[in-house]
């Protein structure tokens, strides 16, 4: 992204001098599904993301626009009253961050804002959770309310889950707002402990494959997914105390599950128990530089969510198994929320072109659409673009 012509078209949009301020998306390596069971995820920020140009205003307006979405129009909000807004598209990650922060408490002045990015959106790189972030770095910087980046992460979630509906774990945003270049968090979901691994084993490379199936009917699927875990962890506590899913080990999930009246929702909490076990797995992987190994884990996570939490659909199948297919490939799976979207690889570093075609290529016969498939490396967090 060009930041020069940022300021060029915030210039030309509202006149004068502005900040520039970025955030990056994330990709998830491995621990789908399991950050609001109290389990563990490992997600890498990227160097793609989301940029803010601003400047403050005093009279208490908000302007937002778009150059991603020049069609939506220029439209302005108050910093006092903000609410949701179906038709506000787009602008309701920034305004659910801006009341987010005043709902902590924090004051917020009115701004000029212009977004831009190079992220591509509904395709569970954290588009979304990017804006979120963005604009509570961007407003703690301006209006220092002195949150700390871990802080801000939580307020970026308590947008989505407060003002946009989503009932969203921690993931994305502390990803986010933790980036670190060439690292992955490891975090604990249960007890917020984390610990930056690196991204990647030696001679590999991470790919991301972006089914260009826009994720549809996310937001309801995922919020039932959501109930259908806490219905099942509701039945088991019947007979003993579980605090999450993310407390407890295979065997004792396998002693607990005869409690769980729905069969559904036994899957959804076997899924939820196995994906932690195997992202402890991957972590160690990383630590020691295992790429087989964290590629075989990587392959099962896909098979569980495929078959027990039924979250990935034809496309994402067809691009995982067009990865696996191919030579030099580790493992593979569908990231983030599912349901369309983009999928993840790990392959060995010296086929990343002759991979990139090749995926693209099979999964152009399958389904008739068309694929892009491109190496990653891990980036920092939430920074402003000073040049
Ligand atoms: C979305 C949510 C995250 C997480 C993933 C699934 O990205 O925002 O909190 O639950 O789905 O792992």
Not at 87 to 94: H, K, L, V
Not at 227 to 253: H, T
Request: aromatic share 8%; proline share 4%.
């Amino acid at each position: 992204m060009n930041t020069e012509e940022l300021r060029g078209a915030f210039r030309r949009r509202y006149g004068g001098d502005c900040r520039v301020f970025f955030a990056p998306g994330r990709v998830n390596l491995i621990g789908e599904y399991t950050d609001f069971n109290g389990g563990h995820v490992l997600p890498c920020a990227l160097s793609q993301g989301t940029y803010m140009a601003v400047r403050p205003r005093t009279d208490g307006q908000l302007n937002l626009f778009s150059l991603g979405y020049p069609d939506s129009g220029a439209a302005a909000a108050s910093v006092s009253g903000l609410a949701y807004n179906e038709s506000a598209a787009w602008r309701n990650y920034p305004l659910g961050a801006l009341w987010a922060l005043e709902r902590r408490g924090c004051p917020i002045c009115g701004a000029d804002m212009l977004f831009a990015g190079d992220l591509p959106t509904c395709a569970g790189l954290s588009s979304s959770a990017s804006i979120e972030v963005l604009t509570v770095f961007a407003f703690n910087t301006l209006c220092g309310p002195g949150l700390s980046l871990a802080d801000m992460a939580f307020v970026g979630q308590e947008a989505e889950n407060g003002f946009v509906g989503v009932n969203c774990g921690i993931m994305d945003q502390f990803a986010i707002a933790m980036g670190r270049r060439g690292k992955a968090v490891f975090l604990d979901t249960g007890t917020l402990e984390y610990e930056y691994v690196p991204t990647v084993p030696p001679g590999a490379a991470i790919m991301i494959m972006n089914t260009n199936k826009r994720r549809g009917l996310g937001e309801s699927k995922y919020n039932e997914r959501r109930r259908e875990c806490e219905a099942a962890l509701r039945d088991v506590s019947c007979a003993a105390p579980v605090a999450a899913w993310g407390a407890i080990d295979e065997a004792e999930f396998d002693r607990l599950k005869v409690n769980i009246s729905s069969p559904t929702a036994m899957r959804r909490a076997q899924h939820a128990v196995s994906e932690n076990t195997r992202t402890v797995r991957a972590a160690e992987a990383l630590r020691e530089g295992d790429a087989a190994a964290l590629g075989r884990l990587m392959t099962e996570s896909h098979a569980s969510l495929r078959d027990d939490f039924e979250v990935t659909g034809f496309e994402l199948d067809a691009i995982v198994s067009a990865a696996l297919a191919q030579p030099g490939v580790y493992g593979a799976r569908m990231t983030g929320a599912g349901f369309g979207g983009c999928a993840v690889a790990l392959i060995d570093e010296a086929r990343v072109d002759s991979f990139a075609k090749a995926v693209e290529r099979a999964y152009a016969e399958k389904t008739g659409l068309c694929a892009n498939v491109w190496r990653i490396t891990a980036g920092d967090g939430p920074m402003e673009v000073i040049e």
